[in-house]
């Protein structure tokens, strides 16, 4: 019987955690399930990660769907590896609405990693979060990096074009764009412009590619900016033939740079850290309203509710008192 087949019982959660510090990826898969599961060990886990975090780069990859990121995010783990660095990657998919769980497996497109012991890939279900980032994301991206990879790419579903949540969870946004993806101009009103700090127009071997390149230039100059502001680069990829990603590469470390001379990185971090613990409050209050509910007080109201006795404001009132 293989290890999987037959798991470590891990006693305690300290067991767990030093066994994830050690490299065992089954106790890193452990801990990542019991916090997308919102496992009631997790403020306790969290208590024990944090401290070790703060050491790995994380970039997020984005853009409309059919972008080709999958393929793109393919591309960075080779040539990081190259590099001799430990890549995690976090692919997150739309939810299923049947079990809330992530139903695209991008992890399906990177199987040429799936032995390397420097690689880690793992699916995630947005949970129909707006943002396009699930709290638990957030959450599973600090455990990466407690584990100690270097970087952590993570890929957005490519659902719509509302997923700024990227914006404050990582350092480093690509936005791909391809040829087809239209008018540049509506793309921006659409919000992802707004969050790139490199853009990569992919399968630029396609017709319109030197357009679309000439009119993210553009607009990257009509942006206020100084001496001391980072100019977006625009670069030229086709991912499947590996064109143009270590290039890509060095603009991402560049930004990395930029970050840190500019003093931007802290601000990013307290950005994330605000973010992080209003979410945690959020999901308690949730929790709260909903245990309400089932109470007799709460039945009570909401049955004052149904039968318009009380509007809504009140029962808000009643409900927070």
Same mark, same amino acid.
């Given at each position: 019987?293989?290890?999987?087949?037959?798991?470590?019982?891990?006693?305690?959660?300290?067991?767990? @955690?030093?066994?994830?510090?050690?490299?065992?990826? @089954?106790?890193? &898969?452990? @801990?990542?399930?019991?916090?997308?599961? #919102?496992?009631?060990?997790?403020?306790?886990?969290?208590?024990?990660?944090?401290?070790?975090?703060?050491?790995?780069?994380?970039?997020?990859?984005?853009?409309?769907?059919?972008?080709?990121?999958?393929? =793109?995010?393919?591309?960075?783990?080779?040539?990081?590896?190259?590099l001799k660095?430990?890549?995690?990657?976090? &692919?997150?998919?739309?939810?299923?609405?049947?079990?809330?769980? &992530?139903?695209?497996?991008? #992890?399906?497109? /990177?199987?040429?990693?799936?032995?390397?012991?420097?690689?880690?890939?793992?699916?995630?279900?947005?949970?129909?979060?707006?943002?396009?980032?699930s709290h638990?994301?957030?959450?599973?991206?600090?455990?990466?990096?407690?584990?100690?990879?270097?970087?952590?790419?993570?890929?957005?579903?490519?659902?719509?074009?509302?997923?700024?949540?990227?914006?404050?969870?990582?350092?480093?946004?690509?936005?791909?764009?391809?040829?087809?993806?239209?008018?540049?101009?509506?793309? /921006?009103?659409?919000?992802?412009?707004?969050?790139?700090?490199?853009?990569?127009?992919?399968?630029?071997?396609?017709?319109?590619?030197?357009?679309?390149?000439?009119? =993210?230039?553009? /607009?990257?100059?009509?942006?206020?900016?100084?001496?001391?502001?980072? @100019?977006?680069?625009?670069?030229?990829?086709?991912?499947?033939?590996?064109?143009?990603?270590a290039e890509?590469?060095?603009?991402?470390?560049?930004?990395?740079?930029?970050?840190?001379?500019?003093?931007?990185?802290?601000?990013?971090? #307290?950005?994330? =850290?605000?973010?992080?613990?209003?979410?945690?409050?959020?999901?308690?209050?949730?929790?709260?309203?909903?245990? &309400?509910?089932?109470? !007799?007080?709460?039945? !009570?109201?909401?049955?004052?509710?149904?039968?318009?006795?009380?509007?809504?404001?009140?029962?808000?009132?009643?409900?927070?008192?």
């Amino acid at each position: 019987m293989t290890p999987e087949e037959n798991p470590p019982a891990w006693k305690s959660i300290d067991e767990l @955690l030093s066994a994830m510090r050690a490299g065992n990826r @089954l106790a890193l &898969a452990r @801990l990542i399930s019991k916090i997308e599961n #919102r496992d009631r060990d997790l403020p306790e886990i969290m208590k024990k990660l944090y401290p070790l975090t703060g050491h790995a780069r994380v970039l997020g990859v984005t853009g409309p769907p059919g972008a080709g990121k999958s393929t =793109l995010v393919d591309r960075l783990i080779a040539h990081l590896r190259l590099l001799k660095k430990r890549v995690a990657v976090v &692919a997150v998919d739309p939810s299923s609405p049947f079990s809330g769980g &992530a139903i695209l497996g991008d #992890r399906i497109r /990177m199987q040429s990693h799936h032995l390397d012991p420097g690689v880690y890939i793992r699916s995630l279900a947005s949970r129909g979060k707006h943002g396009g980032l699930s709290h638990a994301t957030k959450e599973v991206v600090l455990t990466l990096d407690a584990a100690g990879f270097d970087y952590v790419l993570v890929e957005t579903a490519g659902v719509g074009q509302t997923e700024l949540d990227i914006l404050k969870l990582a350092q480093t946004v690509v936005v791909v764009l391809v040829p087809e993806s239209g008018d540049s101009i509506q793309v /921006m009103k659409a919000g992802l412009m707004e969050i790139a700090d490199v853009f990569a127009v992919n399968k630029s071997d396609r017709p319109e590619a030197d357009k679309l390149v000439r009119e =993210l230039l553009t /607009m990257v100059g009509m942006a206020d900016h100084d001496e001391k502001s980072w @100019l977006n680069p625009v670069l030229k990829t086709e991912a499947h033939r590996d064109v143009g990603v270590a290039e890509l590469l060095v603009a991402v470390e560049s930004h990395q740079s930029h970050l840190t001379a500019s003093g931007k990185r802290d601000a990013k971090l #307290r950005d994330f =850290l605000q973010e992080e613990v209003g979410d945690i409050l959020t999901e308690r209050l949730n929790e709260t309203l909903k245990n &309400a509910f089932q109470t !007799a007080s709460g039945q !009570a109201v909401l049955e004052q509710l149904v039968k318009r006795e009380i509007d809504p404001y009140f029962a808000a009132q009643l409900i927070s008192t």
